[in-house]
C-alpha cells in the first residue's frame, strides 16, 4: 500500500496558500526609515517653499510706492511775461500699504517741493511748493508734473512723478486772472 491516493472534493473551494500582500512585499523592499526620511524632507520642502513665497510677497509690499498730489492752499501768485508763478502748500497722500518718507526730488522743475516728512499709509503730510505754469490756452488742463523722492521700508530710494490737477483748484482761479487771454 505504498501508493498515496490523491482524493479532490469539488463542493469545497481550492485552499490556496496566500503569499505576502503587495503592501507587505512593498514594505520589505523600502525600510521604514527611509520612507520617513522623504516624507520629512517632502514636509520640509513645502515649509520653506510657503516661507520664501510669503517674503517674497512682504519685500514687494515694502517697495511699492503710491503717492497722490493735491493742490492744499495758495500763499501768493504773480504772473509777467506769460507766465505765473505760485507759493503755496499741497498735500501729498500716501495710497500704498506701508509708511514712506518723502521729500523733493531737488531738481529743477517746473513744480519745486520743500520739505520731507514720513507719511503713513491712508495718510497725508503737506509740503511747501512753488510752481511756474506757463500761460497758454490750455494751462487749466494740463496737469502739472510733480517729482518727488520716497525712501521705502526697505531703505530704497524710488523716484516718483506725479501730476498735479488745476481743474477745480484755488490756483486755477490765480491762473485765470494773471495770464492774458489768448
Known sequence: MGDAINVIDLDRPEE????????????RRVPAKALALVLLGVLAGAVAGQRWEAARQEGRRAAEVSLFVTV???????GD?????????VAVLNGGPRP???????????????????????????????ATITCAEDAASRPLPVGLVAVTEDGVRRSVTTAIQLNGSSWLEVQRRACPRH
Open 72 to 78: 492744499a492752499g495758495m500763499e501768493s501768485g504773480a
Open 100 to 130: 514712506v518718507q518723502v521729500a523733493g526730488a531737488g531738481v529743477v522743475a517746473d513744480v519745486m517741493v520743500w520739505g520731507e516728512h514720513r507719511i503713513e499709509p491712508g495718510a497725508a503730510a503737506w509740503f511747501r511748493v512753488s
Open 81 to 89: 511775461g506769460g507766465r505765473l508763478t505760485i507759493e503755496g502748500t
Open 16 to 27: 490556496r496558500t496566500t503569499g505576502p500582500s503587495a503592501v507587505a512585499r512593498w514594505r
